[in-house]
Nanobody, 121 residues
Framework: QVQLVESGGGLVQAGGSLRLSCAAS????????MGWYRQAPGKQRELVAA???????NYADSVKGRFTISRDDAKNTVYLQMNSLKPEDTAVYFC???????????????WGQGTQVTVSS
């Protein structure tokens, strides 16, 4: 089994910062891309940031210059540093990881359970 567990969400005032973490555990041979998505009430889930294995990062236009995604492959963990937060960043944030469980098998996407981020004005 593979589990992704997020932490670091909470309530913060506009202009503040939060750091989200997501640790993958279980049967893992390798992890390809890792990413963060968010879903606000009444809206579709959207990509916030992604970081491939050894590749360049990718950000939604709305968070460029404010959010930074990083990963620690030794810990199978992805982070999202969120600065200059705005009320429109309020959403449930989900991490995802494209994981190969056993060498030679195809990868599949796993999701975390989500963590609430609320930014007050």
């Amino acid at each position: 089994q593979v589990q992704l567990v997020e932490s670091g969400g909470g309530l913060v005032q506009a202009g503040g910062s939060l750091r989200l973490s997501c640790a993958a555990s279980g049967t893992i041979f390798s992890i390809n891309s890792m990413g963060w998505y968010r879903q606000a009430p009444g809206k579709q889930r959207e990509l916030v940031a992604a970081i491939p294995s050894g590749g360049s990062t990718n950000y939604a236009d709305s968070v460029k210059g404010r959010f930074t995604i990083s990963r620690d492959d030794a810990k199978n963990t992805v982070y999202l540093q969120m600065n200059s937060l705005k009320p429109e960043d309020t959403a449930v944030y989900f991490c995802s990881a494209d994981i190969v469980k056993v060498r030679g098998l195809m990868s599949r996407i796993y999701w975390g359970q989500g963590t609430q981020v609320t930014v007050s004005s």
